[in-house]
């Protein structure tokens, strides 16, 4: 069979981006499709998680990164109703909004293969065995590929049409995200506020820039029984005693926007005949916390390599990419195995706050590979700026 390209990379997110810069490295003829124009916003926490660094760096990324306007931060203040936390970093971290982060990366994806914005996938196309061969884009066209590859974000349509794409409820969570303008915070910390009730789940306020902070809310599985619609929740915790000063200001610069998580709590399936997911679309976010933008990377960049050797024969068979999803998970089950099992014995209630200390702890060391727990003080006032 002929085939226009060697990969269809369908989403232009941090998965799919890395995926496209990863393929060039091999020589693949790859065609990155994003239904989005960039740059592109992503509700997300803007956290650039520390462990996405030496793929940053890997392709030459980080200086572009740190030049688009961002906020560094050097430590982490986590408040709990019984204690405050305060986390020094090493190293500076980076929070830059996505609508930049993630055109960095698509513009440095957009330099070495092809790039088509404004294109939603909507169909696969198979074969006579069944296996998958392109996808359809926009309404009608026809495109065709020795692999597809779905890194289009948690509803993907590749996942979805590949018959992959489940809602399981218990490994699912959901988050807000909203922009605000005069809020008091202290330049170079971002905040992590845990409330008896939101639990399990938390609500951050990171700095972009100088003036503007990203709040939002994440709630994780056991909380979803809870009817309250996320965004009012969102408001009601920006109203309660603890933050009602410091936002009584707040200039909202938009509105309170929701997005689905699908965590890594458990393994699903990330690969069939002639197609493999990456990032979100495979559900690799942190049981834990809710990020993903490093797993996405990570999966993006493993995908490159394996679809180089692969690309190379004819079978594209799920027996050959399961090479892809083994590799995957090789490198991030043990740390997904390790913050299900926190998340997990977190999740009864009460709220065990005395051990917030040892998760913080652990969470540096094992997440960032440094961080040095630097103060633990008991129920503080909550500053007001
Ligand atoms: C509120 C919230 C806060 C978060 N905070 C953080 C954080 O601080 N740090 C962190 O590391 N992670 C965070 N995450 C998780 C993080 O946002 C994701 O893990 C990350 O965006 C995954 O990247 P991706 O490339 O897989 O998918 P996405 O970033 O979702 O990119 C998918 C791309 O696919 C495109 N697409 C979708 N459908 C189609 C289609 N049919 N055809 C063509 N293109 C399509 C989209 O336009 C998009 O560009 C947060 C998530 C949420 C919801």
Same mark, same amino acid.
């Given at each position: ?53 030496? @793929? ?8 572009? #990164?740190?030049?688009? *306007?961002?906020?560094?931060? &050097? %430590?982490? $203040? !986590? ?45 696969? @196309? ?8 392109? #996808?359809?884009?926009? *309404?009608?066209?026809?495109? &065709? %590929?020795? $692999? !597809? ?237």
């Amino acid at each position: 069979m002929h085939y226009d390209y060697d990969l269809i990379i369908v989403g232009g997110g941090p998965a799919g981006a890395i995926m496209a810069l990863s393929a060039a490295r091999q020589n693949l003829r790859a065609l990155l499709l994003d239904k989005a124009r960039f740059p592109r916003d992503k509700v997300c926490g803007d956290a650039i998680p520390p462990r996405s660094r030496p @793929l940053l760096q890997a392709y030459n990324l980080l200086d572009a #990164v740190r030049q688009a *306007p961002h906020a560094p931060v &050097t %430590a982490e $203040v !986590v408040q709990t109703p019984t204690e405050q936390l305060r986390v020094q970093f090493d190293e500076p971290e980076l929070i830059v909004r996505r609508v930049h982060f993630d055109n960095v990366l698509f513009q440095a994806a957009k330099a070495v293969v092809e790039t088509r914005e404004g294109c939603p996938v909507t169909d696969l @196309l198979r074969d006579d065995s069944g296996q998958v061969c392109g #996808v359809v884009a926009g *309404p009608s066209q026809k495109i &065709t %590929a020795r $692999v !597809v590859a779905g890194a289009d974000g948690f509803s993907s349509i590749v996942a979805r049409r590949a018959g992959l794409y489940r809602y399981e409820r218990a490994h699912w969570a959901v988050a807000t995200r909203c922009y605000y303008r005069r809020v008091p915070f202290t330049p170079g910390e971002y905040e992590v506020h845990y409330f008896d009730d939101i639990w399990p789940g938390y609500l951050w306020i990171f700095p972009v820039d100088d003036e503007v902070v990203n709040v939002g809310l994440g709630q994780f599985p056991a909380a979803h029984t809870e009817r309250i619609p996320l965004a009012e929740l969102h408001r009601r915790l920006l109203q309660s005693p603890a933050l009602r000063s410091r936002f009584a200001r707040a200039e909202p610069l938009g509105p309170i926007r929701g997005w689905n998580l699908p965590l890594a709590s458990i393994q699903r399936p990330l690969h069939g005949d002639g197609f493999i997911l990456a990032g979100d679309a495979a559900g690799l976010i942190d049981p834990l916390r809710g990020h993903g933008i490093d797993a996405a990377m990570l999966s993006g960049q493993i995908a490159g390599e394996v679809l180089g050797q692969i690309c190379r024969g004819s079978d594209y068979r799920a027996e050959r990419l399961a090479l892809y999803a083994e590799t995957v998970w090789q490198q991030l089950g043990p740390l997904f195995n390790f913050t299900r099992r926190f998340r997990e014995r977190w999740d009864n209630p009460p709220p065990r706050w005395q051990s917030l200390s040892r998760l913080e702890t652990l969470n540096k060391f094992y997440f960032q590979g440094r961080g040095v727990l630097s103060q633990l003080n008991p129920a503080s006032e909550q500053r007001s700026g």
